[in-house]
């Protein structure tokens, strides 16, 4: 596994892209590849930091292949930088009260994780009906991180998982500006850490936002350039 910090910051908002490149050229013309790439949010057009970086990241990814963007409510899609939609809707994954909102607070309450579960088996589903076979699959999203495992070892492909921040510490620091009790709120922290690890864990490679969000993580020192 590597590990490397991310150049970009999710406060950068410039969505300029390589646009005078032809879209045909590949970074490397040795590859072709079919890259699946995994988020709880459709972000096309960016509404925050965040979303022009997961954008950013996909437009890159598509220098290498043809990119199928997975994420709910999208419309069946080709952008100009070739990136294509997929929609992965579900009842767990519709509506942002659910795919975001319930699925924080249940890791406070549920310790058997049914909820992202039930999610991730009809996101699998959808997705092992698509007619390609992909060579890469892109997590870039805790929502995400079940499925992006079990279609990665499905289609034995390389596993990228791309985290812009520690989102243990991220979710700490949200619940810490809420009233929420310390008990349920280290009860969820702690359970977004032990997902975040699992998604690191088999990884081929994982993308940070900076080298602090590396050292936040448990990486062995071998994987840190």
Same mark, same amino acid.
């Given at each position: 596994?590597?590990?490397?910090?991310?150049?970009?910051?999710?406060?950068?908002?410039?969505?300029?892209?390589?646009?005078?490149?032809?879209?045909?050229?590949?970074?490397?013309?040795?590859?072709?590849?079919?890259?699946?790439?995994?988020?709880?949010?459709?972000?096309?057009?960016?509404?925050?930091?965040?979303?022009?970086?997961?954008?950013?990241?996909?437009?890159?990814?598509?220098?290498?292949?043809?990119?199928?963007?997975?994420?709910?409510?999208?419309?069946?899609?080709?952008?100009?930088?070739?990136?294509?939609?997929?929609?992965?809707?579900?009842?767990?994954?519709?509506?942002?009260?659910?795919?975001?909102?319930?699925?924080?607070?249940?890791? =406070? @309450? %549920?310790?058997?994780?049914?909820? /992202?579960?039930?999610?991730? $088996?009809?996101?699998?589903?959808?997705?092992? #009906?698509? *007619?390609?076979?992909?060579?890469?699959?892109?997590?870039?999203?805790?929502?995400?991180?079940?499925?992006?495992?079990?279609?990665?070892?499905?289609?034995?492909?390389?596993?990228?998982?791309?985290?812009?921040?520690?989102?243990?510490?991220?979710?700490?620091?949200?619940?810490?500006?809420?009233?929420?009790?310390?008990?349920?709120?280290?009860? =969820? @922290? %702690?359970?977004?850490?032990?997902? /975040?690890?699992?998604?690191? $864990?088999?990884?081929?490679?994982?993308?940070? #936002?900076? *080298?602090?969000?590396?050292?936040?993580?448990?990486?062995?020192?071998?994987?840190?350039?």
């Amino acid at each position: 596994m590597t590990s490397a910090p991310d150049s970009d910051t999710d406060t950068d908002t410039n969505l300029d892209t390589d646009t005078d490149t032809d879209l045909n050229t590949r970074s490397n013309p040795d590859l072709d590849l079919d890259i699946l790439h995994l988020h709880r949010e459709h972000v096309y057009p960016p509404s925050d930091g965040g979303e022009v970086r997961v954008w950013k990241t996909a437009d890159r990814l598509a220098r290498f292949g043809t990119v199928w963007f997975a994420c709910p409510t999208a419309n069946a899609y080709v952008h100009d930088n070739g990136v294509r939609t997929v929609d992965i809707s579900n009842p767990y994954m519709r509506r942002k009260l659910t795919r975001i909102y319930l699925w924080n607070g249940l890791l =406070a @309450v %549920d310790p058997t994780g049914w909820f /992202d579960r039930l999610q991730t $088996d009809r996101t699998v589903e959808t997705l092992m #009906q698509h *007619p390609a076979s992909f060579d890469l699959v892109v997590c870039d999203s805790p929502q995400m991180i079940r499925a992006s495992r079990r279609l990665a070892d499905h289609f034995d492909a390389t596993l990228l998982v791309n985290f812009h921040n520690s989102m243990y510490e991220l979710l700490d620091q949200q619940l810490r500006s809420r009233p929420v009790p310390a008990p349920l709120r280290t009860r =969820a @922290v %702690d359970r977004l850490r032990a997902l /975040d690890q699992a998604a690191i $864990d088999p990884a081929d490679a994982v993308v940070f #936002q900076s *080298p602090a969000d590396v050292s936040a993580d448990d990486l062995p020192p071998a994987s840190v350039p």
